[in-house]
T-cell receptor
Framework: GDSVTQMEGPVTLSEEAFLTINCTYT??????LFWYVQYPGEGLQLLLK?????DKGSNKGFEATYRKETTSFHLEKGSVQVSDSAVYFC????????????FGGGTRLMVKP | DTAVSQTPKYLVTQMGNDKSIKCEQN?????MYWYKQDSKKFLKIMFS???????INETVPNRFSPKSPDKAHLNLHINSLELGDSAVYFC??????????????FGPGTRLTVL
């Protein structure tokens, strides 16, 4: 079946540091890829998405590029802020029945002032 | 206005009890979902449901059952609760998928603790 693997956290950075959170996937066909963010005590919010190879999703300074050749969708941000502290989830859907998401294990990011 | 709401926010109960978690969405969406997030933050789909079709993740025990009184509600009923059911349960909703992904909007979660 489909699966998503992302780097384990926590990732601890100082403010304005560069962020990379690695994500790789295994799926048949041509999945759509997503990054979700979960702030403390809240539900998940869609951060960005890419629906086909070489697409770049971007939002709030975060970016991720759909790399089919390496089956990866790494999340990057050039300069993190304390307010970016959250848990980040990589996910995919394979346009299967039910629109269901398969999530990675989540990566906690902690940004220190 | 809260788009996807869940009640209760916290639920503490004894093993063997039966409990329900309620979910309501005011987005006019056709499809609703339940996800389970365990203590290690791992998220897994449990159900996908619209007025035409219920899709169940095969790993979900049949003690769990979704109940939908109308399109805006999808409640999660759990029979004979076990310690391993302790988790945070998230409800979500989206437009009905039509060949491509439709963004899912998540509720704030219900933390269930089984003693």
């Amino acid at each position: 079946g489909d699966s998503v693997t992302q780097m384990e956290g926590p990732v601890t950075l100082s403010e304005e540091a560069f962020l990379t959170i690695n994500c790789t996937y295994t799926a048949t066909g041509y999945p759509s890829l997503f990054w979700y963010v979960q702030y403390p005590g809240e539900g998940l919010q869609l951060l960005l998405k890419a629906t086909k190879a070489d697409d770049k999703g971007s939002n709030k300074g975060f970016e991720a590029t759909y790399r089919k050749e390496t089956t990866s969708f790494h999340l990057e941000k050039g300069s993190v802020q304390v307010s970016d502290s959250a848990v980040y989830f990589c996910a995919l859907t394979n346009n299967n029945a039910g629109n269901m998401l398969t999530f990675g294990g989540g990566t906690r990011l902690m940004v220190k002032p | 206005d809260t788009a996807v709401s869940q009640t209760p926010k916290y639920l503490v109960t004894q093993m063997g009890n039966d409990k329900s978690i309620k979910c309501e969405q005011n987005l006019g969406h056709d499809t609703m979902y339940w996800y389970k997030q365990d203590s290690k933050k791992f998220l897994k789909i449990m159900f996908s449901y619209n007025n035409k079709e219920l899709i169940i993740n095969e790993t979900v025990p049949n003690r769990f059952s979704p109940k939908s009184p109308d399109k805006a509600h999808l409640n999660l009923h759990i029979n004979s609760l076990e310690l391993g059911d302790s988790a945070v349960y998230f409800c979500a909703s989206s437009q009905a998928p039509q060949g491509s992904y439709n963004e899912q909007f998540f509720g704030p979660g219900t933390r269930l603790t089984v003693l």
